[in-house]
């Protein structure tokens, strides 16, 4: 299986490009907002999905990021979204913002990429919206798990009161102090 791609961007067309890796060129398909960055005889590395379809030419698709690759692969598990409408979601919308779309069950935003009607993104919204609040609740530090369970909370306590918040850039005990405004909310 191919996973990964390091070499020259040799030619760019509408949907993809061909990457020269020593001798051979590979035609990727790539999201439109890569094609618009990169240029012609640029070095670029790629993450790669190889699809290989019941009827038809193996198709190999290439992301800048492994959480890129992530999200097509979780796309295109959702029923009646396939690999182009995959593609076509990802070139409309950044990987955060994909995720920020999906967690805050905004249809109407999604149902504006091309390719996608409002049942296919509501569709997508039910299917992706508990894996991407699951892992938000992962990234909940496991010392402020410690500091919040010796005060006797739970962890479901816990996890239902942080969900939804960003704790991003807030240090141990910031993040202490919001979780116990939740959750003392929650108590009484």
Known sequence: ???????????????????????????????????NRVEEGEELSLFTELIIPPEGTPVLYGFLSEEERRLFRELIKVPKVGSKVALSILSHLEPDELKRVIVDGDVELLSQVPGLGKKLSERIVAELRPKLEEEKIKQIPAELYEVLTSLGYKKREINRALKGINLEGLTVNEAVKLALKRLSGSRF
């Open 1 to 35: 299986m191919i996973d990964y791609l390091k070499g020259i961007v040799f030619k760019k067309y509408g949907n993809s490009l061909s990457l020269l890796c020593g001798p051979i060129g590979f035609r990727v398909l790539v999201p439109v907002s890569l094609l």
